[in-house]
């Protein structure tokens, strides 16, 4: 499920949606040289506008698509997109995070309103439920082989992580119930299938015109060596 920004004119704001102005103070200020003074997060602006993206088709998922809140917010949203990525603020790294929050406190409103529920029953079945929605979005995604490669005095490193969905002796899959080109996230506690966030890690160098391999390990959980 995916949350369709409308066309045509800006939609009204979100309710409770406080947008932050930064004013360039110093003479000759730039927005380029702001940000250099900025700590910058691991993730890219457009990281940061796909997590959002995401928070907000689970959300979907359990208040409808059709949402008007959400609708509004996935329309400013691409509003704001801007076209050139860069390394995301911790500022924005942070209130990318906090997206969560608000979305399952819609949730907890909404479904206080409609069921009649206390606050703190309201608010904990909605976090359970955009738990579930986040898990299932998770597992259903395909999940394909990374590689990440670095430079570091003269040598050539690869570090190759390969989803248990991929893992295949030629082309018959190893595991007696397949993935089906999907996974296993960490946040899933039900699954008694398949191991969660299942990879086999491989780091590798190019020396003399070939890949050595210098490490290889199968591993589950949420760690990973040079990830």
């Known amino acids: 499920m995916q949350i369709l920004s409308g066309q045509g004119k800006a939609p009204a704001k979100a309710p409770d949606v406080r947008p932050e102005i930064i004013v360039l103070r110093e003479p000759g200020a730039t927005w380029g040289n702001y940000l250099q003074h900025q700590k910058t997060s691991n993730h890219s602006l457009h990281d940061i506008y796909n997590l959002q993206r995401d928070l907000l088709t689970v959300a979907a998922t359990v208040l409808g698509k059709q949402?008007?809140?959400l609708t509004s917010m996935a329309n400013q949203?691409?509003?704001?997109?801007?076209?050139?990525?860069?390394?995301?603020?911790?500022?924005?790294?942070?209130?990318?995070?906090a997206l969560?929050?608000?979305?399952?406190?819609?949730?907890?409103?909404?479904?206080q309103q409609q069921d009649g529920l206390p606050a703190k029953e309201a608010h904990r079945f909605a976090a359970v439920a955009f738990r579930d929605a986040q898990v299932k979005q998770l597992n259903n995604q395909p999940w394909q082989?990374?590689?990440?490669?670095?430079?570091h005095n003269g040598h050539h490193y690869t570090n190759t992580q390969l989803p248990a969905a991929e893992m295949k002796i030629?082309?018959?899959d190893i595991f007696p119930s397949a993935y089906q080109g999907k996974g296993v996230c960490s946040w899933d506690t039900r699954n008694i299938h398949h191991a969660n966030?299942?990879?086999?890690?491989?780091?590798s160098v190019h020396e003399d015109g070939k890949d050595k391999t210098l490490f290889c390990g199968i591993r589950h959980g949420v760690l990973s060596p040079l990830s």
């Open 170 to 172: 030629g082309a018959k």
């Open 77 to 97: 949203m691409e509003l704001a997109k801007v076209k050139a990525d860069r390394p995301a603020t911790k500022q924005e790294e942070a209130a990318a995070k």
């Open 67 to 69: 949402d008007p809140v």
């Open 197 to 203: 966030n299942l990879w086999m890690s491989t780091v």
């Open 145 to 151: 082989t990374i590689k990440n490669t670095l430079t």
């Open 100 to 111: 969560k929050k608000n979305l399952i406190e819609l949730i907890a409103a909404r479904t």
